[in-house]
Structures are given as C-alpha cells and as structure tokens.
C-alpha cells in the first residue's frame, strides 16, 4: 500500500508545472491548500494561486446571536487573511473576494487587502460584508483616496460598504476594463453618475441603496441592469442594448413607472424579472410595449389576500413572450373569494410555457391560470408547483 502511494506522488511530481497551476487555480482556497500534502512538488503551488475566494458567510450563521462568539471568530478571520495574503507568491490575481461579517472596525485590515489586490492586478473585486446579526459599528467606507488607477479590474462588487456617488464615481472612471458593477446596501450613497468613458460597462446592479434619489447611466454597451429600489429618478442615456433587465420595488405600480420611464431602452429586452408585494387591491396596470421579450418571470409577495390580475397586461405587452414564471410567496392574511371578470377576446399567440411556483389553490392562484390558459393558444407546457400548509414547496 505504501509503495502504491509513493508511486502516485512520484507520478504527480512529475506534472508539468504549468498543469499544477492550472488545477490549483480550479479549487477552492482551502482545497488548494490542502493540496500541498499530495506531493512534495505541489507544497508551494497553493501560495501563487490567482483565485483568492475568503468566502466563510456560511460558517457564520451559528454565532447570529453569540456576540461574543461573533467579535472573536471575526478576530480570527482577519488573522487567517493577513496570513495567507503575507505567503502569497503569485503576480497577479483574478479573483480577490472577502465575504465575512467585517464592518468599520476591520477597516485597517481591509483597507490592506484592497491595496494588496490592486498591486497583484487583480480582475475581479468582491467586497461582500454579511451581517447575520445586529453586532455592528457601522459600514466598512470605500476609501476616497490613495487608491491607483486599476487598468486590470473588470468586475466590482460591493456589498454593505460606505460609498459616496463622487466617491465610486470616481474610482470608476479609473477602471478602463470594468465591464461589471454590482452594488449593494451601501450607506451614503445618494446619487450615482455612470458614464461610459472611459470603461465599457456591460453589467450593472444598484441593489436596496436605501438612500439613493437619483441614477443617470450613460452607457452604450449595457446589457444587463438590475435596480431594485422604491423611490429613484432614472435616466438612461445611450443605452439601447440591454437585454436582461431586473427590477424591484414594494409597490407594483412603480414597476410599471421604472419600465415606462426607461421604455426607449428596452426595444431588445429579452429577460424581465420583476419582485414586488401585494398589499392593496390594483384592478390593472399599463405598460410600455416589449417587441423582444421571451422570457418574464415575476415574483410577487403577500399573495392570497389580493388578486395579481394586475400583471396580466404585461404579458399581452410582449407579443413574442415564449415563457412565463410566477413564484408566488402567500400572505400572512387570510385568502378570499374572487368574482373573475371577464378577460374578453385577448390572446396571446406565442406563449408556451406557464410556470406558477408556490401554487396553493386559492382563489387568486386559480383567477391568475385561468386568464393565462384561456388566452395562450400556443401553450404547450404547464408547470404547477405547489406549497403545503406548513410552506414547503411540493
């Protein structure tokens, strides 16, 4: 048995150098340093790998409510980062990710590792601060200065940290390659300028910026925007490629006021996902005309207590709409008797797979596949998923 294992290491020893690299860079972090102990050449190979994922999010749930626990493992956090950073070899990295409950009283660290991930050229940064609980001193904030041009950085992530409009404004347009920004809950940040000098912005993600009033995007090669907020001024300016779009808001008709308003962007969407609630009764809802979409998937919470025939015209809006998804989430209300109107004479021609997740049975449930069935009569697929009394899907 011991020579069979000697013979696989001596074996693995002689992998070309350039196959080791490539395998650990396959891994994630802890599996690529595990793989030091397979042979004595791979010991060292861990230290250049260009994917560095400090990814523990999961492992955090468990002191939600320990906030002894909490302070102490963010401690030791921090410590196994500086750590493995001070051993790394490699040039450059592709990926540097941070995901960890950290706020504003790990700035020193994190401020480290932003200026490490910069000088290694790194091509994707992800700063994703979870917060499993209420222990926090505040938001981690962007650095305003200091930071160097970043002509590698593609994609940018930014999750609960503090930034301010001129800030990120300005730490973009020092990103010539950025093709990808997500940005998510981040105090301060009232108004956002994105041009499309000098970067080529494809993707963009402003996620429950609470504060934020106003977004102006200038940006010819946006194809994918996903903004989920209440109560923002929009404007897009030379935006005519977007074909993914994902929109969410509390109230349903601003929905309707974010698609009218951004209308002339919209000739090639092909992908609408939407999330809101139901809260009150809406008899029915216009919206822009959608020449290319082919596939809408709306989810929609509060479900049980108020119809959501409110939606149907925006498949009507959407003459080439081949699927449609409903994730139905129930209110806490109980479910009532609806009287169904008549639909009319309305048909939809391209329609082919109708999709209701969270299905219960009630009234509101059976009022939304009745208007769908009746009117697709080129529907050849239909996917019920249903939900148990206790909530789980079935």
């Known amino acids: 048995m011991e020579s069979r294992i000697k013979c696989l290491r001596n074996s693995m020893d002689r992998l070309p150098d350039e196959l080791i690299i490539y395998i650990v860079s396959l891994l994630p972090l802890k599996e690529a340093i595990r793989t030091s102990v ?60 941070i995901s960890f409950d950290l706020d504003i009283s790990s700035a020193r660290d994190i401020d480290r590792w932003i200026k490490f991930a910069f000088a290694k050229r790194v091509k994707r940064l992800a700063l994703e601060f979870v917060q499993p609980g209420l222990y926090r001193y505040g938001q981690y904030t962007f650095p305003k200065q200091g930071l160097p041009v970043c002509e590698s950085l593609v994609s940018l992530v930014l999750c609960k940290v503090a930034i301010d409009g001129e800030t990120l404004e300005c730490f973009i ?61 929009v404007t897009l300016k030379s935006v005519s490629s977007i074909v993914d779009l994902t929109l969410g808001a509390l109230w349903p008709c601003k929905l309707s006021t974010y698609l009218f308003r951004i209308s002339g962007c919209l000739a090639r969407l092909e992908t609408l996902t939407l999330h809101t609630s139901i809260i009150q009764e ?41 699927e449609a998804v409903f994730k139905l989430k129930p209110s806490v209300l109980k479910p009532r008797s609806i009287r169904r109107p008549n639909i009319g004479k309305r048909r939809h021609d391209c329609l082919k797979v109708f999709e209701i997740i969270g299905f219960e049975g009630t009234a509101v449930d059976i009022e939304l596949s009745l208007y769908v069935l009746e009117s697709a009569f080129s529907l050849e697929k239909v996917v019920i998923n249903g939900r148990t009394k206790t909530g789980d899907q079935i």
């Not at 994922?53 to 921090?78: G, P, Q, V």
């Not at 998510?184 to 429950?208: F, G, M, T, Y």
């Not at 596939?295 to 108020?306: A, D, T």
């Open 38 to 97: 397979l042979a004595r050449k791979w010991q060292f190979f861990w230290i250049s790998n260009t994917m560095l994922d400090f990814d523990a999010s999961l492992s955090i749930r468990e002191f939600k409510n320990n906030r002894r626990s909490l302070s102490s493992e963010r401690i030791r956090y921090t410590e196994q980062v500086n750590r493995l950073l001070s051993l790394h070899s490699g040039e450059s990295i592709d990926k540097f990710r």
């Open 173 to 233: 347009s020092n990103c010539p390659l950025l093709e990808e920004l997500h940005v998510e809950d981040a105090n301060c940040l009232r108004s956002l300028k994105v041009s499309c000098c000098p970067n080529r912005l494809r993707r963009l993600a402003i996620i429950d910026c609470l504060d934020l009033r106003r977004l102006d995007i200038c940006s010819p090669d946006l194809v994918s925007f996903t903004l989920d907020a209440s109560e923002i001024a």
């Open 282 to 322: 809406i008899e029915e809802m216009d919206f822009p005309n959608l020449p290319s979409l082919k596939k809408l998937s709306i989810e929609v919470k509060g479900v049980g207590c108020w119809s959501i025939r409110c939606f149907v015209p925006l498949i009507y809006a959407a003459p080439m709409l081949s």
